[in-house]
């Protein structure tokens, strides 16, 4: 069981970037998946969070991330994704996919204040944003 994340790289100010994490040993189905980063010096923190079975806010963005990054999944790949556009330097971190293994009606923002639940986690994958 375990999630394989990738696509992190060094991007220019402005640029685009699409992280994946491919999930092997269980199937993404309908759970809560997450994403958090890690930038230089500070501590983990929840970038989006995404229940489809949440009663009200099942999709949660960071503040300083919304409209830029999109989280989606395709349960047939069982791949989880997390677009980022319009990147800048507060972007830099190590990034890491997560997935809560049960069926709740939590909202995305309760998920990305409690990493601590979640089942599974990639390895993580660098972004820096420099020009």
């Known amino acids: 069981v375990q999630l394989q994340a990738s696509g992190g790289g060094l991007v220019q100010p402005g640029g685009s970037l699409t992280l994946s994490c491919t999930a092997s040993?269980?199937?993404?189905?309908?759970?809560?998946i997450g994403w958090f980063r890690q930038p230089p010096g500070k501590e983990r923190e929840g970038v989006s969070c995404f229940n489809s079975h949440a009663s009200v806010g099942g999709t949660y963005y960071e503040d300083s991330v919304k409209y830029r990054f999109t989280i989606s999944r395709d349960n047939a790949k069982n791949i989880l994704y997390l677009q980022m556009n319009s990147l800048n330097a507060e972007d830099t971190a190590v990034y890491y996919c997560?997935?809560?293994?049960?069926?709740?009606?939590?909202?995305?923002?309760?998920?990305?204040?409690?990493?601590?639940?979640?089942?599974?986690w990639g390895q993580g994958t660098l972004v820096t944003v420099s020009s």
């Open positions: 040993g269980f199937t993404l189905d309908d759970y809560t």
């Open positions: 997560a997935v809560y293994a049960k069926r709740t009606q939590d909202s995305g923002l309760y998920y990305c204040l409690r990493p601590h639940m979640f089942d599974f």
